[in-house]
Nanobody, 124 residues
């Protein structure tokens, strides 16, 4: 089983930026598409951004397109989410997840492995 650990979440003012990291010691990490989901209180996991195993394909939700950038460094077994122009509605627990699907899926059910999350809070 792939073990994922997120870091970087904190309190930030609206308009600010954060970088989240998702790391693993799993040696087959490069075989997986990785995505970031977020979950606000009382809501389901929402797809935020995803990246294919080789980094050539990325996907973003409409709500973050142009503000967030996902990237990965397979040599370091790490995926990053650069978040700019943060809004209060971005406030949520952010989770990274791994999928064996050939393309980047957007449904949380297509991801087999999940981290424990890191909290991002954007104040107005």
């Amino acid at each position: 089983q792939v073990q994922l650990v997120e870091s970087g979440g904190r309190l930030v003012q609206a308009g600010g930026s954060l970088i989240l990291s998702c790391g693993t010691s799993e040696r087959t990490f490069r075989d997986y598409a990785i995505a970031w989901f977020r979950q606000a209180p009382g809501k389901e996991h929402e797809f935020v951004a995803g990246i294919s195993w080789d980094g050539t394909n990325t996907a973003y939700s409409d709500s973050v397109e142009g503000r967030f950038t996902i990237s990965r460094n397979n040599a370091r077994n790490t995926v990053y989410l650069q978040m700019n122009s943060l809004k209060p509605e971005d406030t949520a627990g952010f989770y990274c997840a791994a999928s064996t699907e050939p393309l980047v899926p957007v449904d949380s059910e297509d991801y087999e492995y999940w981290g424990q999350g890191t909290q991002v809070t954007v104040s107005s």
